[in-house]
Structures are given as C-alpha cells and as structure tokens.
C-alpha cells in the first residue's frame, strides 16, 4: 500500500530554519510530492510540491532525495505564523489522489 | 485570486435532516474535490469532478451526494446522516483535470458538520 510517514511533532525557535522530513518510500517515478500545512480551524494550504529537483519558493525550500524515497521541507526562518500542522503527500495509483501522511505539528517558541 | 469560499460555516443536523454545502471557486480551476477531516487526522477524498463530471468517488455511502452544477460550483447534498459522520468537510479545487499529478490544490476553509 502506498504510505507516507512523518514525525508527530517537533519545535523550533523564531528566526532559525526548520527541517521537516517525510519517507515516502512506495513513491513511483512520475508521482509529485506535495506539501501543505493547515492553521487551526482552517482549511489546508498549498505549500510547495516537486518531482525531481529541489525546488524554491516563497514560502519553503523542498529537499528530494536523489532515490525520491525521501523529501524534507525547509522553512528558512520560522515564524511564529509559521506554527501548523504540516502534511507530506504525494500522488498515487491511477487516479493520482493524493496520500497524505498524518501531519507533523510544528511548535515554534519565540 | 486564490480563494475557495464554502458555505454554511458551521452545520448542526438531525439525522433525518437533508441539507447542502456549497462551494465556490472564481480561479477558472478545472476539477474540483470533497474531503471529510476529522480531528487529528488528514483529509480523506471523498469525490472528485473533472470538467464537471464526477470522475472518482471513493466509495462513499449514498446518503453523501455530490452535485456539480457548472465549473464554479460544487455542493454536497446531505440526508439521513449517522452522529459519525460529524466532521469538518473540506472543498478544494486545482488548475488541471483530475488525474493531473502537477497542479497543487487550494482548499476552502471546510464546513464544520455536526449530526445529532
């Protein structure tokens, strides 16, 4: 079965980076790797997705291994805004619905 | 503009009630998507429509029946649901057909359900 699996919870300072890892070891090599987080009482919210390379943008830096079994998403700096639930994924089986790990809760202490 | 609106916010309902959520998208996105989340969980798919024709569901019960009316549109239409299916349900929307691995997907902030 495919799976994607994340630590429960981890913490971090304001300012400094933080490193969220994800195994998703049944990916196939054409499924994308998708990251999102969700606030309490919101809806999630898109982060940043890639297949092969790493890949930039404004909100996070996303990490693939070079087999793709892996992938970690980088916050540069956090923020206290930055605190949320954070779901690794990726596109599965023939109908490309994503499998959602279960979410690492993300602390950030000022 | 990347808004997905929901409505109610909130949904209290008997369970020999019928009632509907409502979702809307303005981003020209051409599938679109029912999850169900429960506390502490992810979001678990439930429906897909691409190019407004249902294109996946996931094995949810009758009593769960989507509509969708045009490409903006989404809506959930509910009857004789069980206390279980209390949840916050979640609409979401992305730029390709469903199937499509390459587009990100934008949520709405969910309908918050509670059957008693």
């Known amino acids: 079965d495919a799976k994607t699996t994340q630590p429960n919870s981890m913490e971090s300072n304001e300012e400094e980076p933080v490193h969220l890892p994800c195994n998703h070891s049944?990916?196939?090599?054409?499924?994308?790797i998708h990251w999102y987080r969700q606030l309490p009482s919101q809806g999630p919210e898109y982060v940043i997705h890639?297949?092969?390379?790493?890949v930039n943008n404004r909100m996070a830096s996303l990490a693939i291994a070079e087999d793709r079994k892996s992938s970690t998403l980088i916050l540069h700096r956090a923020t206290l805004r930055d605190a949320a639930v954070y779901y690794c994924?990726?596109?599965?089986?023939?109908?490309?619905?994503?499998?959602w790990g279960l979410g690492t809760s993300l602390a950030v202490n000022p | 503009d990347t808004e997905v609106t929901q409505t109610p916010k909130h949904l209290v309902m008997g369970m020999t009630n019928k009632k509907s959520l409502k979702c809307e998208q303005h981003?020209?996105?051409?599938?679109m998507y029912w999850y169900k989340q429960k506390a502490k969980k992810p979001p678990e798919l439930m429906f897909v429509?691409?190019?407004?024709?249902?294109?996946i569901n996931e094995s949810v019960p009758s009593r769960f029946s989507p509509e969708c009316p045009n490409s903006s549109l989404l809506n959930l239409h509910l009857h004789a649901l069980q206390p279980e299916d209390s949840a916050l349900y979640l609409c979401?929307?992305?730029?390709?057909?469903?199937?499509?691995?390459?587009?990100?997907?934008?949520f709405g902030p969910g309908t918050r359900l509670t059957v008693t």
């Open positions: 049944t990916i196939s090599g054409t499924d994308y």
């Open positions: 979401a929307s992305s730029q390709g057909p469903a199937g499509t691995a390459t587009y990100e997907q934008y």
């Open positions: 429509y691409s190019y407004e024709k249902l294109s």
């Open positions: 994924s990726f596109n599965a089986g023939n109908n490309r619905k994503l499998i």
């Open positions: 981003m020209g996105h051409r599938a």
């Open positions: 890639g297949l092969t390379s790493n």
